[in-house]
């Protein structure tokens, strides 16, 4: 290969990381953005007449229609992006997911115009659902169709860690906002995050209008005339096992992911009385950790599979599930952030970093993003929008937090279970039909 080639070919990588991976930031920014204002400034500001706890209830569950509505995205777009391509379903969510958080920007609040207020938020967290419902495996499956055989699960891994970053950008975002003096918080500050997302919009844009379809899509299901009508039920009637192995494996990875940062940020700061900015600044440090860590679990699977991987975040899950709450107990700044580190950067990343490739791998080109966007948003539905609000509601119930920890036990030994029926994919030919896995192609070189 010549050196005009070879800088070709990492030109072409690099557009396809960062393709995939921007639209991951955006959405999982968004997402987590809501997560953190409807913990700490939503409650008072659309749902004002309402006490505190009943507040922050009703601003966790509007938090859980943005999950409702993720698996009607996931079906709509997944099809889609079976029937037509990758490319036109990652530029669509990606525009979907940035209007509705912008506009959330530009909202009057319940004092300025009542009931419609929380109504128009609820509008605007089912457009972010709807696109976010697809984005993610979109995304992953970009990745995993231009990687190299052998690296599937490190090439994948970018998915996630753009969700990282995401996360990152949303708590240092409301860190900055949340240094303003309270009128002015509540005021205006607030707006400010959720208006910033429409630069993300505009690079991830400029960025996914410049890619190409994938080789895997274009070979293996155009080319040979693969393309079915309606790939998401093929997927649930040919493929049962994988898509309930999804299912399982999301009420972890998933119910935790938000159940920690979410739920955990509203407990410290609401039920503890850590201040904000010590709060968010522990949960910011483990972000920040999380990003290497996905990575390295994710190269990890490549090399003794996903479930190994995988199951070893879902035990960690059961293990931390009381020692979160001992150490954020302690109301030390040191250890919330080792709490929060052990959250993010061991339980969830060691999910989170096989994940991509392994979801990717469980189902056939022909159907792969409606099988995998399905199956997993309605896990979503089940785990991730429901942890926040119900832990919020075991707390207020009980008085105390050993039933939050139960509910995080009960998810992390769903996924045990799921995992280890679950078949292993990692030395699997993506580009085969059913009944033809059995030995990894030659790479297929990524194209952009």
Not at 49 to 69: A, E, I, W
Not at 129 to 146: C, F, K, R, T, W
Not at 209 to 222: D, K
Request: neutral net charge; hydrophobic residues 55%; proline residues 6%.
């Amino acid at each position: 290969m010549t050196e005009m080639a070879r800088d070709g070919a990492r030109t072409s990588r690099l557009r396809v990381i960062l393709a995939a991976s921007i639209g991951s930031a955006l959405e999982w920014y968004d997402f987590f953005l809501y997560g953190t204002a409807a913990a700490l400034v939503f409650g008072e500001l659309f749902f004002p007449k309402s006490d505190p706890v009943v507040g922050t209830l009703l601003s966790f569950l509007t938090f859980g229609v943005g999950f409702v509505v993720r698996p009607f995205g996931g079906l709509l777009f997944g099809i889609l992006g079976d029937r037509y391509g990758r490319k036109p379903v990652l530029v669509s969510t990606l525009l979907m997911i940035g209007i509705g958080t912008t506009a959330i920007g530009f909202l009057p609040t319940y004092g300025q115009i009542g009931i419609w207020a929380p109504i128009l938020l609820v509008a605007m967290r089912v457009i972010q659902g709807l696109g976010a419902g697809a984005e993610y495996g979109g995304a992953v499956i970009y990745l995993v169709e231009n990687a190299p055989p052998k690296h599937r699960g490190f090439w994948g891994g970018f998915a996630p860690l753009g969700v990282s970053v995401g996360n990152l950008l949303a708590a240092g975002a409301f860190a900055l906002v949340t240094m303003l003096p309270r009128e002015d918080l509540m005021s205006w500050g607030w707006r400010l995050p959720f208006l910033a997302s429409f630069l993300l919009i505009v690079v991830g844009i400029f960025v996914r209008m410049r890619i190409t379809e994938t080789p895997v899509y274009t070979e293996a299901v155009v080319a040979r005339g693969k393309v079915e009508s309606n790939p998401a039920m093929e997927a649930l009637r040919r493929h049962p096992r994988n898509f309930f192995v999804v299912l399982g494996a999301r009420m972890a990875e998933n119910g935790l992911g938000y159940f920690f940062p979410v739920f955990g940020l509203s407990y410290v700061i609401t039920t503890l009385g850590v201040p904000k900015a010590e709060a968010l600044s522990a949960l910011m440090l483990a972000f920040t950790v999380e990003l290497f860590a996905i990575l390295g679990f994710a190269a990890l699977s490549d090399r003794i599979g996903r479930r190994p991987v995988y199951m070893f975040g879902a035990l960690a899950g059961v293990a931390l599930a009381f020692p979160f709450f001992w150490m954020v107990g302690t109301k030390e700044w040191i250890m919330i952030a080792l709490a929060f580190i052990l959250a993010r950067a061991v339980v969830t990343a060691a999910m989170f970093g096989p994940q991509a490739a392994y979801f990717a791998e469980l189902f056939p080109p022909q159907r792969r993003f409606a099988g995998f966007a399905f199956a997993r948003e309605l896990g979503s539905l089940l785990s991730g929008g429901p942890a926040p609000f119900v832990a919020t509601a075991l707390v207020a119930a009980y008085g105390t937090w050993w039933p939050v920890a139960c509910y995080a036990m009960f998810l992390s030994a769903c996924t045990v279970v799921a995992i280890w029926i679950g078949p292993e994919t990692y030395q699997e030919n993506i580009a085969a039909d059913e009944g033809e896995h059995a030995e990894l192609p030659t790479a297929i070189p990524a194209r952009a």
